[in-house]
């Protein structure tokens, strides 16, 4: 079962190689040294929360440390539902690589040595591509015509990934959470702000969904 899962990991590593090199240039970019760039991807294991992570730090050592662990709290209904479905034997193991994509083609599986197959295909990708990442960043980094504008991809990645999602109620809280953001950004509360916009955006959606729906 784990040579299955390790084959079924196919689509997650070439998926997850391409957007370790990026978060590896982009860490570099941001002032990471390759040996803490490195050890982001084989510690911490979780693109999201490695991306918050190093555009924050420079800001706010408490924004980059709650922002990713409040990002990572999914992953408690991840362990939950897994647990049901699969005899998980050894819960730490199989916790920490269950990433989003992992659980997606782990919700069919019925051992657990096949979602270890999906988690050491995806962590191997994942370590590889930062490690891939710091070789060319080091390089990129080295030129002086490029240097300056690798300073602004993590940004231009966020945005890439953020237009997909401007439809409907994301929308909105995309409007919140950058306009609560912009403001505490003008007062010199930049690292508050982010704290308050994660906060503050979803209770509001939320309870503006509520109110559609009463009023329907």
Not at 141 to 152: H, K
Request: glycine letters at 8%; a positive charge.
């Amino acid at each position: 079962m784990f040579k299955k899962g390790l084959k079924g990991s196919v689509p997650i590593v070439l998926g997850y190689f391409p957007v370790a090199v990026t978060f590896a240039i982009s860490a570099m970019a941001m002032g990471f040294s390759e040996t803490e760039t490195i050890l982001a991807s084989m510690l911490i294991f979780a693109g999201a929360s490695q991306f918050a992570l190093i555009a924050l730090m420079p800001q706010s050592f408490l924004s980059a440390v709650v922002i990713p662990i409040a990002l990572n709290l999914r992953h408690i209904v991840y362990g939950c539902i897994v647990s049901r479905r699969v005899n998980v034997k050894k819960p730490f193991l199989t916790a920490f690589g269950l990433t989003d994509e992992v659980f997606a083609l782990s919700l069919n599986a019925d051992d657990e040595k096949f979602i270890w197959g999906l988690e050491v295909g995806a962590y191997l990708a994942w370590v590889l591509g930062t490690l891939a990442g710091t070789i060319g960043g080091s390089f990129l980094l080295s030129s002086e015509a490029i240097a300056p504008s690798l300073t602004f991809s993590l940004t231009a990645l966020f945005l890439i990934l953020l237009i997909p999602n401007l439809k409907g109620y994301r929308a909105l809280a995309v409007a919140v959470g950058g306009t609560v953001a912009m403001i505490f950004n003008m007062i010199g509360c930049a690292s508050i702000g982010i704290l308050l916009a994660g906060i503050l955006s979803p209770i509001i959606v939320s309870r503006v969904r509520a109110w559609s729906t009463t009023w329907r």
